[in-house]
């Protein structure tokens, strides 16, 4: 089903932009493909979205992505037959929204090799938890969704079920027309005929 779409092309070769905050206040237009652009979620006819069981899973799982994470909203968003499009607002209070700085630590101000692998370990732990999703973050948001979505289909008898393993995203900067994605999320099923001819056209 559709709670809304875009021109322009997606970036294929680089999901991320350096530098950025993935966790920061904003609007991302995000999509999810099943792996090999194969349709677990149904059927376009006419037209219109004909959902199958797993369709119906990726649907629910979708709309209640804000039950689970704090100051995250969903906007308008389409189920395709092997694709999620949606709007992802995160609208966190600005006394969350600022960075928090990383803890350093120097193994060689350490007295004997004891306390330097401890040291080691800890660095290694934050160095992880750096280049580990935040909480709350974009990434954080696809993976558990993801993450529930494939749990669902191991337990009631779709095996064979599998998401690619990036999404694509767009962040939403002021000279964008939210309209204009929305529409094109919204029309995402009548321009289903193009699309599935050309999986490039999944990233617009």
Not at 25 to 31: A, C, H, K, P, Q
Not at 120 to 137: A, H, L, N, W, Y
Request: charged share 25%; proline share 4%; with cysteine.
């Amino acid at each position: 089903m559709i709670k809304a779409r875009f021109q322009g092309k997606y970036r294929v070769e680089s999901t991320r932009l350096p530098n950025r905050n993935y966790a920061a206040n904003g609007w991302y237009f995000i999509t999810i493909c099943t792996k090999d652009c194969f349709d677990y979620f149904g059927q376009v006819v006419s037209g219109q979205v004909k959902l199958s069981e797993i369709g119906e899973v990726a649907q629910k799982y979708w709309v209640e992505i804000p039950n689970h994470f704090e100051h995250i909203q969903i906007d308008t968003y389409v189920i395709m037959p092997n694709h999620v499009h949606g709007i992802v607002v995160i609208d966190k209070p600005l006394s969350q929204n600022e960075n928090v700085e990383t803890l350093h630590c120097n193994v060689s101000t350490q007295r004997d090799r004891i306390q330097q692998e401890t040291l080691c370990d800890v660095t290694q732990r934050q160095f992880m938890s750096e280049i580990s999703p935040k909480p709350g973050s974009l990434s954080a948001i696809a993976r558990s969704y993801k993450s529930a979505v494939t749990r669902w289909c191991r337990e009631n008898g779709y095996e064979n079920f599998a998401w690619q393993p990036r999404f694509y995203d767009h962040i939403i900067r002021a000279d964008d027309s939210l309209d204009r994605i929305r529409e094109y999320i919204i029309n995402n099923p009548i321009k289903w005929d193009k699309d599935k001819n050309n999986p490039t056209n999944l990233w617009m």
